[in-house]
């Protein structure tokens, strides 16, 4: 397991002793601004790094098909449940491993990626990438969480208590351009869990695009959805040429 992937998997633990794991109306929002995109048609959607499955269930809501990938189990059975609580499993189907090396024969309408953009280098986004211009149907649509670099630079230092047992920090790598998220709990400050993701601005992710079919259309100035840190971040959506 990686240094993300152990950030990920006590991630999920922390978050289990903050709240419980349930559809928001933000995530029908967000089911929203893909049916827009696809006419409100329905919609075989993949989503990588689906955690515990908010945004697949609100999908699956809607009466979409939705297909996730995620590495960490104890969120894959996080949304199992949620799934079931909303009477919508039949609706879901899940791929445990991870998204850069994952074999996938479907084709989908729109691949979703949010809030977890810029795992390890340029060159493994780019294969990422390259996984979902094969994995998008030529009419299809992207829907990405991109972090621009200004913003996440002002955050470095930035101190949050999340709850009375979980505190959390954000920093900034200038060297790698990268956010930095560290988790903790208020007991045990020593051991520290943190993830790196690489932020970008539009002109060096469109240089990731090349030899892709992939094109940036739409830019979005919007408001994390995430509802622990509700920041402003930069979406990047695109079409297949």
């Known amino acids: 397991m990686n240094k993300n992937e152990q950030f990920y998997d006590k991630q999920y633990e922390y978050m289990a002793q903050i709240f419980d794991a349930k559809v928001e109306a933000y995530h029908h929002d967000k089911v929203e601004l893909v049916e827009k995109n696809g006419l409100m048609k329905e919609l075989n959607i993949l989503e990588l790094g689906s955690g515990n499955g908010e945004f697949a269930v609100a999908a699956s809501m809607h ?32 791929h445990q491993g991870s998204f850069y090396t994952i074999l996938l024969a479907e084709k989908f309408d729109a691949i979703c990626y ?12 780019q294969l990422l990438l390259h996984n979902i211009d094969n994995w998008l149907k030529p009419d299809g649509t992207v829907f990405i969480d991109v972090y621009a670099p200004v913003y996440w630079a002002k955050t470095a230092g930035q101190f949050m208590e999340l709850s009375q047992i979980v505190c959390r920090q954000y920093d900034f790598d200038i060297d790698t351009n990268s956010m930095l998220d560290t988790w903790w709990l208020t007991e045990n400050p020593d051991e520290k869990k943190q993830q790196s993701l690489r932020c970008y601005e539009v002109a060096d992710f469109e240089k990731m695009l090349i030899d892709t079919s992939l094109a940036i259309e739409e830019i979005f100035q919007v408001e994390e959805w995430t509802m622990i840190t509700g920041f402003t971040i930069s979406k990047c959506q695109w079409k297949k040429q």
């Open 114 to 125: 949010w809030d977890g953009f810029g795992v390890g280098s340029d060159a493994d986004q």
């Open 63 to 94: 009466e979409h098909y939705v297909s996730t990938v995620e590495i960490i189990p104890h969120a894959i059975s996080k949304m199992f449940e949620l799934a079931k609580e909303n009477d919508v499993t039949r609706r879901i189907k899940v």
